[in-house]
Structure formats: structure tokens, C-alpha cells
């Protein structure tokens, strides 16, 4: 047990400094505070990545003995949301926001986000020449998103999503480092939102947009795993 505990230790030592959260949201030009709104996640300490695609975890990686404390913020359909990167996105690879609305007679707090109710809001991909694969977010210290105007009002989840790349040539070398935010929707339309997904259950490990060498030979394309983006 000692021994176990002891690696555990290194390994969360010495990889934390490549890894990211995303601990705070961002919205109505307010930064608040680490984990008030956003789920706290599993790796909040180590803050290493999910690399499953099946597990639970790829959902919101929530740490189950805290996973009932965030608090649930109000923003306007149409508005700029966003997440804080700690300590910032270091790795390449694809940027994503998706989002499942809260059941009648549920809140976000304590809702699981199971079943098929997840849909993309945001994707981002690369750009492409001959010398490699260029990604948006790299270097990011926040990431934005623009809610749909249409979006019906309601409780939501807000899951951002960053997969890490540069190992992803082998089955499982894709990382995902995730947050879910609990948002109050205000102002909204009458979208209809699709078309939406389970998490676990939009992704296979061997998707071409996961199972990629991203650096030899460069590729001349890349496929966003999961569903199409619903845009409102
Ligand atoms: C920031 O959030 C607080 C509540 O957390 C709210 O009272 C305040 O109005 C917000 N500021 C802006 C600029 O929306
Ligand atoms: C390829 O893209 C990279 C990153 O955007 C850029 O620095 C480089 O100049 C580009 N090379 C060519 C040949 O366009
Ligand atoms: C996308 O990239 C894959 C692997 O590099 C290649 O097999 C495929 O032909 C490409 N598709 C297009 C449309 O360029
Ligand atoms: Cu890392």
C-alpha cells in the first residue's frame, strides 16, 4: 500500500505541471470563484486528464465526495460564457463546449447529466499546412464560448472539453480534461437543440478525431469526435 501511494504521489508530482483544469466560469465579465460554479473535478489536484472514453468520468470527471457543492449561475441566452484554464492549455488538440439541459422538475445542482441530452454548442479544430497542425487554443489561459440565442430558458450544464493530442497515436493516448459549469438560462428562444448524445457514449476510442498521430505524417484533415455542432 505504501509503495502504491508513494508513485501515485510521483506520478501526480510529476506530471501535474503539462496538465490543466478549468476551475472557475467566466460570465457577465465576472471571474468568480475556483469551483463555485463549475463542478469541481477529480483531478482538481492532480490535474491530470481522463483518457477512457467509456468511463463515467468523461461526463463532467466529477469528484463524487464533492459533487453537490457548486452553485448554479445566471446568464442571458446570447451571452459570452467562459472558463478559466489553471494554469493554462499546454497541450495540442481540439477545443469543445457542449451542454444538456436539466429535466423537468430537476436542478443543476444534483443532476447527473445521464441519458441522451448532451449537444455541442462549440468546435474547434486546427489549422493545416504542410509543416503541421496549428491549435487556437494552445497557450489559452480562458476559454469563451457564445451561448445560442435560441436556446429555451432553464437549468443547464456547461461542459468545456480540451483533448490533448500530442500522445493520442496509440489507443488511449487521447486526453480530456473537462468541467461542467451549472448555469441558469435567461432571455432565451425556442431552439431545439440536436443533435444531442450520451457521455460516456458519443465517443469510441478509435474515432479518427481521437486515435490520431497528429505530428507523422502530418495530416491533411481532422474530424471533431462526437455530434455536429447545433449553432441555434
Ligand atoms: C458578478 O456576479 C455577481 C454575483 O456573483 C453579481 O452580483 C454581479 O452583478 C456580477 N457582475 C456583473 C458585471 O454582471
Ligand atoms: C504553417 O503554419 C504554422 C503555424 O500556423 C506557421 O507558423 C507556418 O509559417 C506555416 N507554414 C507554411 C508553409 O505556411
Ligand atoms: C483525411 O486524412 C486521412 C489520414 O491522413 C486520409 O486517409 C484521408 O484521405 C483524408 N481525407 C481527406 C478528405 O483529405
Ligand atoms: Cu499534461
Known amino acids: 500500500m505504501k509503495f502504491a501511494t508513494t508513485l501515485a504521489l510521483l506520478g501526480a508530482a510529476g506530471l501535474s505541471s503539462a496538465h490543466y483544469t478549468f476551475p472557475s466560469l467566466v460570465a457577465n465579465g465576472n471571474t468568480t470563484e475556483e469551483w463555485q460554479y463549475v463542478r469541481m473535478t477529480a483531478n482538481h489536484y492532480s490535474h491530470g486528464p481522463v483518457t477512457d472514453v467509456t468511463s463515467q468520468d468523461i461526463r463532467c470527471w466529477t469528484d463524487s465526495s464533492v459533487d453537490h457543492t457548486a452553485e448554479t449561475y445566471s446568464v442571458a441566452a446570447g451571452s459570452k460564457v467562459g472558463f478559466t484554464?489553471?494554469?493554462d492549455?499546454?497541450?495540442?488538440?481540439p477545443l469543445q463546449f457542449y451542454m444538456a439541459k436539466v429535466p423537468e422538475g430537476k436542478t443543476a445542482v444534483?443532476?447527473?447529466?445521464s441519458g441522451q441530452v448532451w449537444f455541442k454548442i462549440f468546435g474547434q479544430g486546427p489549422t493545416i499546412n504542410s509543416t503541421g497542425l496549428s491549435w487556437p487554443s494552445s497557450g489559452k489561459k480562458q476559454v469563451d464560448v457564445t451561448l445560442p440565442a435560441s436556446l429555451p430558458n432553464?437549468?443547464?450544464?456547461l461542459r468545456a472539453e480540451h483533448i490533448a493530442l500530442h500522445g493520442a497515436g496509440s489507443e488511449g493516448g487521447a486526453q480530456f480534461y473537462i468541467a461542467c459549469a451549472q448555469l441558469q438560462v435567461t432571455g432565451g428562444g425556442n431552439g431545439e437543440p440536436?443533435?444531442?448524445?450520451?457521455?460516456?457514449?458519443?465517443?469510441?476510442?478509435t474515432d479518427p478525431g481521437i486515435l490520431i498521430n497528429i505530428y507523422y505524417p502530418v495530416p491533411t484533415n481532422y474530424t471533431l469526435p462526437g455530434p455536429a455542432v447545433w449553432s441555434g
Open 89 to 93: 492549455i499546454s497541450h495540442p488538440g
Open 85 to 87: 484554464v489553471d494554469p
Open 110 to 113: 444534483g443532476w447527473d447529466g
Open 194 to 205: 440536436s443533435p444531442k448524445v450520451a457521455l460516456p457514449g458519443a465517443y469510441k476510442a
Open 154 to 157: 432553464g437549468q443547464y450544464l
